[in-house]
């Protein structure tokens, strides 16, 4: 497994394939809350498993945190270690080019545990996006 910051136009066609296939058409969201004015200004990654893109996720600095989102992986991929490998490559990036000293993310509520053996902790209410439940998280680097 490889985890890059996209920096080819490849890597953002693979960015944007891997998203689609699991949040438009595996988790039903809507085409146009998927992708937002944020991704032209945003950080991307990609992980491949030698030429396959698996897992993608994009971070931004908004308010002097890291703000890490549309994190996702191939279903056949889960649980195999690709999240964990592009949160801490993300959060390594952070760590050498941003002036900051929170990261912070919205989880879906059947990722919490996956965040929390990461570091993450909750805060505020339950809400919906994109019609699933979601809570806020944080975590101090």
Not at 34 to 57: H, N
């Given at each position: 497994m490889n985890c890059l910051v996209?920096?080819?136009?490849?890597?953002?066609?693979?960015?944007?394939?891997?998203?689609?296939?699991?949040?438009?058409?595996?988790?039903?969201?809507?085409?146009?809350?998927?992708?937002?004015?944020?991704?032209?200004?945003?950080?991307?990654?990609?992980?491949?498993?030698?030429?396959?893109?698996?897992?993608?996720?994009?971070?931004?600095?908004?308010?002097?945190?890291?703000?890490?989102e549309r994190v996702c992986i191939l279903k056949e991929y889960r649980k195999k270690g690709v999240g964990r490998l592009l949160m801490n490559s993300m959060e390594n990036h952070i760590k050498l080019h941003a002036d900051v000293n929170e990261l912070i993310l919205n989880s879906q509520c059947t990722a919490l545990d996956f965040y929390r053996r990461l570091g993450y902790q909750e805060f505020g209410d339950l809400f919906l996006d994109a019609n699933i439940e979601h809570k806020s998280m944080k975590k101090l680097i």
């Open positions: 996209c920096s080819e136009q490849k890597h953002f066609y693979d960015q944007v394939r891997v998203r689609k296939e699991v949040f438009i058409i595996e988790q039903k969201v809507p085409i146009e809350e998927e992708y937002d004015v944020y991704d032209s200004d945003a950080i991307q990654f990609i992980v491949y498993d030698g030429e396959k893109p698996v897992g993608a996720a994009r971070y931004r600095i908004v308010k002097k945190r890291g703000k890490i």
